[in-house]
């Protein structure tokens, strides 16, 4: 036994077999026994301890099972700790292990744990995945789909994107759509979420609180932070709409005629001007003047007073010493910015129309009074304002110009002159001459003649400044001519010679000083004109007509001399009255001399007797 037959004889049966007597071969032993080389019978097979995975059992080792583990030569299998899982036929503990969790679960240290609201999980997770911002889920959810969005909390609002919050000055309720906005002038922070949250907040610097809520405060005022007011900029100061201090504040710029100071704009002085935005006044200069706030160098005008030494020059003609004089204060104008103008024959009086019963409007003051009419004339053209003149009812040598827009004539008991003719002329100026005593002068010269009459100017022009006097007027009359008859009667005697008619002539202050054919002696016709002339004889200064010796009643009648200067011609008041006188053979002549006979015949009597 415990061997068996082959042809070489017999061999040892192999381990986990056995044979009995005379077997020819060895008999293995029953499933999962064994038995050590060379047993004998089915007695020496036995169960060898089981394996590590494996259990023993009476049928022998059997294989754990799942989640169970078992060493070599268990009676049992060992379960894996809880939550852990393990293949069959485990052979250790370390060999357990968790199971990937199922979808809505996660693993973690200690096993698999459901996933919380808003995430989710698939099979085998060992973490949980968010839901999209702002999307929901329940517990447990197994994947994306089961993550949606909620209803938007109170002060958020729902977008494409998800849930936002109400930006400030807004709020919004549970599930809105959309923030709505807070009451006019109300204010909110983030996420209000009701319209009790929206008040007012203090205002800014550069408003002020109303009724409504915040305003900006207006121009030329200010206000600083929490204010319920506007307040004004200081004196006259001005600022934007909606300063925020008063250092906003600050003085536009002087507009002109003003000039900037710490204290703001002022006017400028008199004699002085300023243009737009100015800091100072601009002095007019020496002679000029301006009224205060003048505005440009226009207003300045040469401020000038101008005294006529002779108001009413009256010269002859060609006599020597004929001055238009001036004085001009203050004193110091150079002579060479000064001139003295005849004016044309516009400015003359026939130049004016004269209309009674007629008042001119306009305004009138006594800055605008004149004593003389030819001065009020002369004035009256230098300006482009002036209308006309009036001669007021009160006083006779009061002549006004009327000036302004609305010079029109209306029936009145005063006497007005208008221009109603212009002539062509300009007006004649030489230059003045500056005598010692401060006095400007012209001199008409000796041969001053008639047409050197009229209106005289003194004018004063500095750079593009012109100042005019009023108007002096200047006569100058014709040379005076005497005519004298050296005889107003004369008494020719029949066939008595020598009988003659004799006239002195004075030109101005020359006696004699013409030619004889100057100076006709002429009959006087009953209605007053001239009649026959005849020339002249000088003889001593004395012009005269001599009748010859055989003189005859022819020459009876009254006699005048006819003297001829230049275009001027004279006719002698004194009349010579001639009378014949027939030769009678009786003659008595009665005479009376006075003592001093060289004076004159006091009385003379002629008796002629038939």
């Known amino acids: ?21 005379g077997d020819d071969s060895c008999t293995a032993c029953p499933d999962d026994m064994v038995s050590p080389a060379g047993s004998g019978s089915a007695d020496d097979c036995y169960y060898a301890p089981c394996f590590a995975g494996d259990y023993m059992t009476s049928d022998g080792c059997e294989e754990c099972g799942e989640d169970t583990y078992s060493g070599d030569a268990a009676d049992s299998c060992t379960a894996c700790d809880e939550g852990k899982i393990s293949p069959a036929g485990s052979t250790a503990g370390d060999q357990c292990y968790y199971a ?18 808003n995430s989710y999980s698939e099979d085998g997770a060992i973490g949980c995945e968010s839901c999209p911002y702002d999307m929901v889920s329940p517990a447990g959810s197994v994947n994306a789909d089961d993550c949606y969005y909620a209803p938007c909390p109170a002060g958020e609002y729902m977008t494409d994107a998800g849930c936002d919050a109400c930006g400030e000055n807004l709020y919004s309720a549970e599930g809105a759509s959309s923030c709505t906005d807070c009451p006019t002038g109300k204010v909110s922070p983030s996420g209000s979420s009701s319209e009790d949250q929206c008040y007012y907040a203090a205002c800014s610097a550069g408003d002020f609180m109303t009724e409504n809520g915040c305003e900006e405060c207006g121009e030329n005022t200010y206000s600083e932070d929490d204010a319920d007011t506007c307040t004004s900029c200081p004196g006259e100061r001005i600022s934007p709409a909606g300063s925020g201090s008063d250092d906003d504040c600050y003085y536009a710029p002087c507009s002109a005629g003003d000039y900037m ?16 935005g100015a800091d100072s006044c601009t002095e007019c200069g020496d002679y000029m003047a301006s009224p205060a706030g003048s505005s440009d160098s226009d207003s300045c005008q040469l401020d000038l007073t101008f005294t006529p030494v002779v108001p009413e020059l009256d010269c002859t003609e060609n006599v020597a010493g004929c001055y238009v004089k001036w004085t001009i204060a203050p004193s110091g104008i150079n002579a060479k910015y000064v001139k003295i103008c005849l004016l044309a024959d516009d400015t003359e009086s026939d130049s004016w129309c004269e209309y009674e019963d007629s008042y001119l409007g306009g305004y009138s003051s006594g800055t605008y009074n004149y004593d003389n009419l030819a001065s009020a004339q002369a ?27 609305d010079v029109v004539a209306s029936p009145s008991e005063e006497t007005s002159w208008i221009i109603c003719e212009t002539g062509d002329e300009e007006d004649t100026c030489i230059a003045a001459v500056l005598n010692s005593d401060d006095e400007y002068s012209l001199n008409l010269g000796d041969d001053v003649e008639p047409e050197d009459s009229g209106l005289y100017v003194i004018v004063v022009t500095k750079g593009d400044k012109t100042a005019t006097s009023d108007s002096v007027v200047v006569d100058v009359a014709e040379e005076t001519i005497t005519i004298t008859a050296v005889d107003t009667e004369i008494y020719c005697k029949e066939t008595i010679g020598d009988c003659s008619i004799g006239f002195t002539v004075v030109v101005g202050t020359t006696d004699g000083g013409l030619p004889a054919s100057s100076v006709e002696i002429c009959t006087l016709e009953e209605n007053g004109e001239t009649g026959e002339c005849s020339t002249s004889v000088k003889e001593d200064n004395v012009y005269t007509l001599v009748f010859g010796d055989d003189v005859t009643d022819d020459v009876t009648g009254d006699y005048v001399a006819v003297v001829t200067v230049g275009d001027r011609e004279e006719t002698s008041t004194d009349e010579v009255d001639v009378s014949f006188l027939t030769k009678q053979e009786d003659c008595v002549c009665t005479t009376t001399w006075i003592d001093d006979r060289a004076a004159a015949v006091e009385e003379v009597a002629l008796v002629f007797l038939e």
């Open 100 to 117: 990937p969790c199922s979808a809505g679960d996660y693993m973690t240290e200690a096993g698999c744990e459901e996933c919380g609201s």
């Open 379 to 405: 004035a009256c053209l230098g300006r482009d304002d002036c209308g006309g003149i009036t001669q007021e009812p009160y006083s006779d040598d009061q002549y006004t110009l009327r000036v302004g827009p």
């Open 261 to 276: 100071t710490e204290a703001g704009c002022e006017e400028c002085e008199a004699n002085t001007y300023s243009e737009d």
């Open 1 to 21: 036994a415990g061997d068996y037959m082959t042809e070489g004889g017999c061999e040892e049966c192999d381990a986990d077999s056995y044979s009995g007597d």
